[in-house]
């Protein structure tokens, strides 16, 4: 395993969600490297289902010119000092207007290692209820809900094109074959 240390940075762009410019870092051996690089506070994403249905949603994503990117409900740690899960409740009542009785922390990754220190954390939300009111998204989104049956899981998985929400699929996929084949292990 190859030690640096961080040694200094300089920001040379300030956004309301990002950072950007370069952190130098030291190695070991004495090489100095610097590298571009995007802080940003964070996200969650969250893999709602009951019986039925994986709970998602279609948006636009102006960066990257899609008009209806099928995702699951996510959304950025914009609120100082809030935990992660505390976020996911957020934004779970904020985009498809569910609560949960149930959640559980699958993972979490990084996005981008190679110039972002964006995390996300990914979480499994069941025992799925209304909230009073419905969805309330922010002014400037546009999120339509999308009760997506779970007998057609592989058709959104080949249409989404999302990382956070192709890691949540594939990994509900995974785990709802794992229990098909452990019942039929146990018959």
Known sequence: MTEFEPIGAEVRFSGTIIR??????????????SREKVWHPGAVGILAVDAEHVWLTRQPREAVHQTASLEIPAGKLDVPGEPPLATAERELAEEIGKRAGAWRELMWFWTSPGFSD????L???TELGDVDGGAAPEEDE?????????DRLDDAIAGCVDSKSLIALLWLRGHRRAQVDHQTART
Do not use: K, N, S
């Open 123 to 125: 979480y499994e939300a």
């Open 142 to 150: 546009r999120i339509e809900t999308v009760p997506w049956p779970l």
């Open 118 to 121: 964006e995390r996300v954390w």
């Open 20 to 33: 950007a410019g370069v952190e130098r870092f030291r190695y070991a051996d004495g090489l100095e490297v």
